[in-house]
């Protein structure tokens, strides 16, 4: 007996301690709420446990999914049954009987097909607003106890703390939740994220490999390791890999590693990248920056999964799923020489194309700044902020020339320097000057993100690509006079490649 109780203390325990973890990961959020209410239920030795969530448009309260494998989700009218009591009142209940309770709504039972008996539920309040109910049924060895309640009253205020840390969002005056996004971490509600989010799911259910593709500061990154930790690979390693920062003679060595003596300065063996992500992915960002040579390599490694460190002769294997991200048209560079051909078939097995922010529309614009706001305000412990109602319309007329990265960073300055509970439009420092991304046809042609074009570059149609990016990046750098970081800022790329754009 002794060591049940220390067993169920210790899932308790761990429960609480991993709730943080949990809510970390850009994990689907009916994944995320399904697997939070299965250890909650053997925490507390249930059979079930089920996390309602109030609607903040209607009202109505919602299981996003839990433990309910009949039923893919259950809605509940305000004030209806014992969730819909406890979400009206606060208080904590505990049933011992159901059938004799006037507050279970039976009908729910009916329809799932599941006998009822004990039932203890708690309010999940943050705040001071109620956000939603945590449910659990049925205890194993009869009634739930005084000590089951007092671990369900702190369990539901640390489930109020990590819902800050969601996408689902809780305003301080009101009650409930609304939802920003499917993926935990990743804004956006629009039709146009709601197809990349389509595309995610069955790219995560599968082995292939994936290409993103989108303009610099979309948050290819943030989706790439959303295919990760919704797969079957989640709880093995994701590399991250950005082709940018490597040094071109030190690529292959970066990717597949080296043995001792391959080269002066290499004194001992080195695990590559590739080798390091071994059972998990390999997520390759920024591929149009990989030097032709190692190419050919990488096409061997996509085709065979098989490789040889620097310096070696032996042949390595290693099982990993590749996603690759670019802000560059492949195909273009590779009809013009500069990216194999055959590599990019192999590489776009499923294509996901990830859209700028200007064209997710007005909803997608203000939900990621208040999620901005409300992260970066307790990141840099500044208290409740909000924006103030005008911003709204600046926001969404900015046109976002560096997209979710750029709004990010104008919030973030916003935030370290505001004065006051209220950020408004002054404090945001939008920039006039730039231009909407509809401008220039050389930007699509060049795989550059858009900027404002200088009105005096003109580009030759018998140039290289090569050549046409550097004239081009010299021409925003002239019209920056010769600021490399603003004018890094305006292509929407980071100074290292602007550069490398340079030499």
Aim: some cysteine; overall charge negative; proline content about 5%.
């Amino acid at each position: 007996m002794l060591d049940a109780r220390v067993s169920e203390h210790d899932q308790r325990f761990e429960l609480l301690a991993d709730l943080g973890a949990m809510v970390a990961g850009e994990v689907e959020l009916d994944e995320l709420l399904a697997t939070f209410a299965a250890r909650v239920a053997r925490a507390l030795g249930a059979d079930r446990a089920t996390l309602w969530l109030i609607d903040g448009a209607t009202g109505e309260i919602r299981s996003q999914v839990a433990t309910l494998p009949e039923l893919r989700e259950l809605r509940v009218p305000p004030g209806h049954g014992v969730v819909g009591h406890v979400a009206a009142t606060g208080d904590l209940v505990n049933i011992r009987d159901a059938a004799e309770d006037p507050r279970w709504a039976g009908q729910i039972a009916e329809q799932i097909g599941y006998p009822t008996t004990s039932i203890l539920t708690a309010p999940i309040e943050r705040r001071g607003q109620i956000r939603g109910v945590l449910q659990v049924l049925n205890k194993r060895d009869g009634a739930f106890t005084l000590r089951d309640e007092e671990f369900a009253r702190t369990l539901a205020e640390q489930i109020g703390r990590a819902l800050d840390y969601t996408t689902l969002r809780g305003a301080d005056a009101e009650r409930g939740l609304s939802l920003r996004g499917r993926f935990n971490h990743v804004i956006g509600t629009s039709p146009a994220m709601a197809a990349v989010y389509e595309m995610i799911v069955r790219a995560a259910q599968t082995d292939a490999t994936v290409l993103l593709h989108g303009e610099t500061g979309t948050g290819k990154g943030l989706l790439a390791r959303a295919i990760h930790v919704n797969s079957g690979r989640r709880d093995a390693p994701f590399v991250h890999v950005d082709c940018t920062t490597l040094p071109e003679a030190l690529v292959e060595s970066e990717l597949f590693g080296h043995e001792r003596g391959a080269y002066t300065g290499a004194d001992a063996r080195v695990v590559g990248k590739v080798e390091a992500a071994h059972g998990g992915t390999l997520f390759l960002d920024e591929i149009g920056e990989l030097p032709l040579l190692l190419q050919s390599k990488l096409l061997r490694f996509v085709q065979e999964r098989q490789f040889e460190r620097v310096g070696g002769r032996e042949t390595l294997t290693a099982d990993v799923r590749l996603v690759v991200a670019t802000n560059r048209d492949l195909a273009a560079m590779a009809e013009a020489g500069q990216f194999r051909s055959d590599l990019y078939f192999r590489l776009r097995v499923v294509e996901i194309e990830i859209p700028p922010l200007r064209a997710r529309g007005a909803d997608d614009i203000a939900d990621l700044a208040a999620h901005f706001v409300g992260q970066l305000a307790r990141r840099y412990r500044k208290g409740p902020l909000q924006l103030a109602p005008a911003t709204r319309p600046a926001l969404i007329a900015y046109p976002w020339p560096g997209n979710v990265r750029e709004l990010e960073n104008t919030i973030e300055r916003a935030v370290v320097l505001a004065t006051d509970a209220t950020i408004d439009v002054k404090d945001l420092r939008l920039e006039p000057r730039r231009a909407p991304a509809s401008a220039g046809a050389g930007d699509s042609m060049l795989g550059l993100p858009v900027a404002p074009a200088p009105a005096t570059v003109s580009l030759p149609a018998d140039l290289s690509l090569a050549e046409a990016e550097r004239r081009y990046a010299v021409a925003v750098l002239e019209r920056e006079h010769g600021n490399q970081s603003a004018a890094a800022r305006a292509l929407g790329i980071s100074r290292n490649k602007l550069a490398r754009l340079l030499r």
